[in-house]
């Protein structure tokens, strides 16, 4: 109670109040430090410079917000899950910790006004929400220390933006999932890079092919060759899902492996797993005009 009372007087007292008022709506408390929830919403491309003349942006605090979240968040879902085994638990972890879902918590708690940055707003550096929301973790850990940072992830993020139930439950990893299925199935399944290039920001696109059997299940788009293997492979689900023709064609391509009678072997063909994350919009970004 002192506690909270000193650092309203403290907020008083000072020239800056705005800042600190911004800060607090989004924390729940004053910063001590000020400084580094600042340079958490830098983004690289701010070209802002010390008063020596150094550059200064929020990738180190990115890269430190990092790992501290992933401690957080892999607390808290081995204490919610408690009788689930290691690679549940670490799915899990991995679907709250990806780009797409921090971009949208720093969108949530009003973190996005913040930042600082030169770029025009795309589908692309819309992950300088996600990262900056890493850098903020990173600023709140340095300032505050590990405790405050996990009751602040838990209490004004999980609680109120994440259903923990609903996203262990979601799909996400389709490449995973699509490679285990050829597996099974006994077709042969290849990633490959088909174009690369950059777009009007600098950035660069990748365009990479699934091919099931030597059968080409879609082209998927993104700006990692990881974010284009997914969207690739998520098409070749759908594709397997809904085009008969091709589904018939792909299993046709499966290799014959014989018994020990030198039989063929005739095991049954497992049906693809029913998934209506595969019937959502699409999250491939667009090509660039």
């Known amino acids: 109670m002192l506690k909270t ?41 701010s070209s802002i410079r010390t008063e020596k003349g150094r550059w200064i942006n929020n990738e180190r605090l990115e890269f430190l917000g990092d790992a501290i ?26 679907k709250i910790v990806q780009r797409e879902t921090l971009n949208k918590l720093a969108v949530q708690i009003g973190l996005d006004k913040l930042i600082i940055s030169s770029m025009k707003t795309n589908s692309h550096n819309n992950y300088m929400y996600g990262n900056a929301f890493e850098a903020f973790i990173g600023a709140i850990y340095l300032d505050q220390g590990y405790n405050v940072c996990k009751k ?12 923990l139930s609903k996203v262990a439950k979601k799909e996400f990893n389709f490449k995973s999932r699509l490679i285990e299925w050829c ?3 006994k077709i042969s399944i290849e990633f490959s890079l088909v174009e690369s290039f950059v777009d009007h920001d600098n950035n660069p ?35 397997l899902h809904n085009d008969k023709t091709y589904y018939d064609a792909v299993i046709a391509t499966r290799t014959v492996i014989k018994n020990e ?29």
């Open 5 to 45: 009372i000193y650092n309203r007087i403290r907020l008083f007292m000072l020239r800056r109040k705005e800042p600190y008022t911004l800060f607090y709506n989004i924390l729940g408390f004053y910063p001590k430090n000020i400084q580094l929830y600042e340079q958490a919403c830098l983004h690289r491309s």
């Open 69 to 94: 979240l992933d401690a957080i968040v892999a607390d808290v879902v081995f204490k919610t899950f408690d009788s689930k085994k290691e690679g549940f638990l670490t799915n899990t972890r991995s």
């Open 152 to 163: 602040f992830v838990e209490e004004r993020v999980i609680a109120p933006y994440i259903n």
């Open 183 to 185: 597996q099974k199935q």
């Open 205 to 239: 696109v990748f365009q990479s092919q699934a091919q099931l059997g030597g059968l080409s299940g879609g082209i998927g788009i993104g700006y990692s060759k990881k974010e284009s293997q997914q969207n690739a492979a998520r098409m070749a689900l759908k594709k």
């Open 261 to 289: 009678a030198g039989e063929n072997d005739n095991t049954p063909i497992d049906e693809l797993p029913n998934d209506a994350t595969l019937h959502e919009e699409e999250n491939t970004p667009a090509l660039p005009n």
